[in-house]
């Protein structure tokens, strides 16, 4: 009797676990340490010079960043823009199979996943960047013309979410980041194209759906603010605390500016918004992390040591993500963000994972 009671509440403290809970040790751990878990765009569906999509390659095995290093990044990002509107394959190419096993892949290896949404603007039909069609975030809002149909498309959204499980059925742990870069103004969802009110609805509603209807419970929810213009203001843009667990940043060294201005301008604001957004996670009780940072095309050879190592060193971010590496032929020279073989920054990648407590698949299992 004693052992069947033991048993019972072994089984029932596993029920009670919740899908996230590992995720939150690991990214908290990390922090307590003084380290950083590195993360890549699509890591496993394409690279420089490959792509699964493409090649109808299931495997899951490459990746330009295990190229270089022998290991996977510990975060997997991926990207659900166009499968809204039930398209086969997102706004990158990615097709709808692949983008979950690679996301299933990941987590049975013991990496973390975590999950971006460009939707199109459903006034225009426009991709994400599409800036015309009034006030779209209110007419997606209750009472607004164009709820219903939007809901439909959540609900896509919402299906492809709950698809993510392993082959036993259970769902994988996911760090969820809808409506980033909520303070700029480029995504029909930004600054100049709703209020303060408008975009914490929109999260809200975005949450009780997933969270209250759907019962998605294997999310974790991740705002990212960006710098530099109005970042004194965001928090107005802040749904509230039972709404996020992740605080991060998105900032990347500009290239629009040359490159002698660039690195300077990268190197003196992003320790200073990383600073307020330290101070706003720990007054509120979240993690903090640099959801997307990076330099396109790593023109600078030592980039990561002599230019990002610097500019986050002493921060508690838990993790870092770079974006992407095409494979579009007359992209991929230019497109890139994090290194491969043959590519500029090779070796000064690995010293920086080497000297500076940054971690990879292997340094979180």
Not at 244 to 250: C, K, R, S, T, Y
Request: net charge negative; aromatic share 12%.
């Amino acid at each position: 009797m004693k052992k069947l009671t033991i048993l019972a509440a072994l089984l029932m403290s596993v029920a009670c676990t919740h899908p996230t809970d590992q995720v939150l040790a690991t990214l908290k751990k990390a922090v307590a340490e003084g380290k950083v878990l590195y993360g890549h765009q699509d890591d496993l569906l394409y690279g420089h010079t490959w792509n699964a999509t493409l090649e109808d390659d299931h495997t899951m095995e490459r990746s330009d960043v295990k190229f270089v290093t022998g290991d996977y990044p510990a975060i997997l990002g991926l990207e659900l823009g166009d499968f809204e509107l039930g398209a086969q394959r997102n706004l990158d190419g990615n097709d709808i199979d692949l983008t979950r096993e690679a996301a299933v892949k990941h987590y049975l290896r013991g990496g973390i996943v975590t999950i971006s949404w460009h939707p199109n603007n459903p006034v225009t039909g426009g991709d994400a960047w599409d800036l015309t069609g009034g006030d779209v975030v209110a007419k997606l809002l209750p009472g607004g013309d164009l709820h219903d149909m939007w809901m439909e498309r959540m609900g896509r959204i919402g299906d492809f979410l709950e698809s993510i499980k392993t082959p036993d059925g259970k769902p994988i742990p996911i760090i969820w980041r809808p409506w980033h870069e909520h303070t700029g103004s480029w995504f029909w969802w930004g600054w100049d194209f709703c209020s303060a009110q408008e975009f914490n609805d929109f999260w809200v509603m975005t949450y009780d759906y997933m969270v209250r209807e759907r019962g998605l419970k294997n999310l974790l929810w991740a705002i990212s603010p960006n710098g530099v213009d109005f970042f004194e203001d965001w928090p107005q843009r802040y749904p509230g605390d039972k709404y996020v667990d992740i605080v991060g940043l998105d900032m990347y060294c500009p290239t629009w500016m040359p490159q002698e201005t660039a690195l300077p301008y990268y190197m003196e604001n992003m320790p200073l918004l990383l600073a307020s957004l330290e101070q706003f996670a720990k007054e509120h009780g979240k993690i903090l992390a640099l959801t997307e940072t990076g330099y396109e095309g790593l023109t600078w050879p030592t980039w990561w040591t002599e230019v990002l190592a610097p500019s986050i060193k002493g921060f508690p971010i838990a993790y870092l993500l770079t974006w992407r590496n095409t494979s579009e032929p007359d992209r991929r020279d230019v497109h890139f963000y994090a290194p491969f073989p043959g590519g500029p920054t090779e070796q000064d990648f690995c010293k920086w994972i080497n000297e500076n407590n940054i971690l990879l698949l292997n340094g979180i299992k």
